[in-house]
């Protein structure tokens, strides 16, 4: 995804204060316009001390101590939650449901015995987990097994693996920095996950490209936004092993423990919801087109397909604020 500032004029006094590194284990990019240079970069402090904080405190599997790495570790045994994480659980557990299972982010031991985001870069050594092994991991699965009040219990042999929400979450924390900051515009993406915030003096809107899931470094369309709302993509193309002219991608279907074969090759949501956007993108990859349309449309968001044929669908939102030019 790429933000387009073509037609866009900023009042001469909106400077930009741009920083782009590695934060939760993906690309952050944080654009702020500000008339105060100085507001600007405590902002710009302040999201990377966030974004860290999240990670390290709340929902890394990988950084002992987390919350989420104390539920993985829990053996069983009830843990207590911070009144975040427990709303951020809860929001997810509906849409495992409204989703019928497709989001479950219980998936964890599946995508480690995957482990696609090692070999994506490089290919040499991968190699497709036994049956047997991967029917043992698919006995670890299932959201519905979990019982959440305000502590949580997970049965012993579950992961939970947040790489599906994490992102969304961020983009959700950084809003709630901006407002505070008083920061009249900005652009972030946290990976696949974007936000559009602010208006501008001038201009007609923001300009967002939509990439193009099978010709690398090209634009399928571009969507024009308005500050305040979030766009993700889940795409089978970003990470992916290849074997045998077969894709293995790295959005699981948790029915099946296999790469999800839905026909899909790239979905994006627009919605007012960080959490929400991403969780859907990855609900709406495994369940496919037709079923994907109709949970984005219960959910109240947008949504774009774009299938293996070329095809590219969308909800009639969407449609309005879709582009096929830079303008
Ligand atoms: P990205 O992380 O590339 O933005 P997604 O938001 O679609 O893509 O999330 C994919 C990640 O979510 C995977 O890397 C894995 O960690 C996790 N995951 C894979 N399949 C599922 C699923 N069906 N439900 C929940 N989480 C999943
Ligand atoms: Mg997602």
């Known amino acids: 995804m790429a933000v387009f500032l073509g037609g866009c004029s900023f009042a001469k006094k909106q400077q930009l ?17 500000v008339e105060d240079m100085e507001l600007g970069e405590e902002t710009q402090t302040l999201i990377a001390q966030e974004l860290t904080r999240l990670e390290d405190e709340m929902l890394s599997y990988r950084v002992e101590g987390s919350e989420i790495w104390e539920i993985n570790h829990s053996g069983g045994e009830p843990v207590q939650l911070s009144d975040m994480l427990y ?28 482990n696609i985001d090692t070999y994506a870069g490089s290919p040499e050594g991968f190699a497709l987990p036994e049956e047997e092994t991967l029917a043992a991991a698919l006995e670890n ?28 979450i961020a983009c959700d924390v950084i809003q709630d920095i901006l407002e505070e900051q008083r920061i009249p515009a900005a652009v972030i993406s946290v990976g696949g996950s974007n936000l559009i915030w602010g208006k501008k003096e001038n ?11 099978r010709e690398e470094g090209t634009y399928l369309g571009y969507l024009r936004l308005e500050g305040g709302c979030f766009v993700a993509t889940s795409g089978d193309y970003e990470r992916y092993v290849k074997v045998d002219g077969e894709r293995y991608h790295h ?9 999800a074969k839905s026909g899909v090759c790239s979905v994006t949501i627009v919605s007012d919801s960080g959490l929400l956007c991403d969780a859907l993108s990855t609900a709406c990859f495994v369940l496919g087109k ?4 109709k949970l984005a449309e219960q959910c109240g ?27």
């Open 290 to 293: 037709n079923e994907g349309v």
């Open 301 to 327: 968001a947008e949504a774009l397909f774009v299938e293996e044929d070329g095809t590219v669908t969308m909800t009639e939102g969407m449609k309005k604020l879709w582009l096929t030019e830079v303008k």
């Open 87 to 114: 709303r951020y659980l809860s929001d997810i557990w509906e849409l495992s449901e409204k989703s019928g299972g497709a989001l479950d982010v219980t998936v964890g031991e599946v995508t480690r015995l995957w």
């Open 251 to 259: 959005i699981m279907d948790p029915d099946t423990g296999y790469p």
């Open 141 to 168: 699965v299932g959201y519905e097994k979990i019982v959440m009040k305000q502590s949580l219990t997970m049965p012993r042999g579950m992961t939970i693996d947040l790489g599906a929400v994490g992102k969304g």
């Open 203 to 213: 201009g007609l809107g923001w300009m967002i490209g939509v990439t193009h899931p």
């Open 17 to 33: 204060v741009s920083q782009t590194y590695v934060s939760m284990g993906t690309v952050v990019g944080v654009n702020l316009y």
